[in-house]
């Protein structure tokens, strides 16, 4: 069966940090590049951090670099995202998926998300 299913989400006070975890079935998982995403009330889905189906490149928006790594677990076929120096524009939800095709770089994810987890930071 295939799913996203992510956690880790909570409260925090701004300048904390938080962990996410997704796991992935491994239909989807195995051999293509993951990624993070979030969506902020009133605003679209956007891009927060990708990485290669080998963990060896990953890559970020602006907004996160510096602050956010990301990384992966093959044997577990769970992705994470290590949130730092969080600040209260990071507050969304966040979902994970995979590339349809490519093992490098998540440009297409499937259509299909999971419940996401929701970040809240408080000023």
């Known amino acids: 069966q295939v799913q996203l299913v992510e956690s880790g989400g909570r409260l925090v006070q701004a300048g904390g940090s938080l962990r996410l975890s997704c796991a992935a079935s491994f239909e989807i998982f195995s051999s293509y590049a993951m990624g993070w995403f979030r969506q902020a009330p009133g605003k679209e889905r956007e891009f927060v951090a990708g990485i290669s189906w080998d963990g060896v490149n990953s890559y970020y928006a602006d907004s996160v670099k510096g602050r956010f790594t990301i990384s992966r677990d093959n044997a577990k076929y769970t992705v994470h995202l290590q949130m730092n120096s969080l600040k209260p524009e990071d507050t969304a939800v966040y979902y994970c998926?995979?590339?349809?095709?490519?093992?490098?770089?998540?440009?297409?994810?499937?259509?299909?998300w999971g419940q996401g987890t929701q970040v809240t930071v408080s000023s």
């Open positions: 998926n995979a590339d349809r095709f490519s093992g490098v770089r998540i440009s297409q994810p499937h259509d299909f």
